[in-house]
Nanobody, 124 residues
């Protein structure tokens, strides 16, 4: 089992950057595939990015590809999401999630553990 706590959200102007962190408790963080999802007001939660256990493989939603970078530090039990060139449409609550699965990782139902979320607001 793993507990997840996100941080790093806030208010930023369009074109700016933020780095989200997700601190994981437990000694098995490195065994999980990790993901970031987001939920904008009035919309369903959507996939943002995923990273495999050792960071060698990543995958991004088309809407963030080239602007966001997912990474992890297994020694520090921490997942990151570097967000650059932010747009107003990136405004959402961002969640980190952990899964023991290695397929169909764009589906939030494949993830077993979730953080409480952190708000990101991008002003125009």
């Amino acid at each position: 089992q793993v507990q997840l706590v996100e941080s790093g959200g806030g208010l930023v102007q369009a074109g700016g950057s933020l780095r989200l962190s997700c601190a994981a408790s437990g000694r098995t963080f490195s065994s999980y595939t990790m993901g970031w999802f987001r939920q904008a007001p009035g919309k369903e939660r959507e996939f943002v990015a995923t990273i495999n256990w050792n960071g060698a493989n990543t995958y991004y939603a088309d809407s963030v590809k080239g602007r966001f970078t997912i990474s992890r530090d297994n020694a520090e039990n921490t997942l990151y999401l570097q967000m650059n060139s932010l747009k107003p449409e990136d405004t959402a609550v961002y969640y980190c999630a952990a899964t023991g699965h290695i397929r169909r990782l764009l589906d939030e139902r494949r993830y077993d553990y979730w953080g409480q979320g952190t708000q990101v607001t991008v002003s125009s």
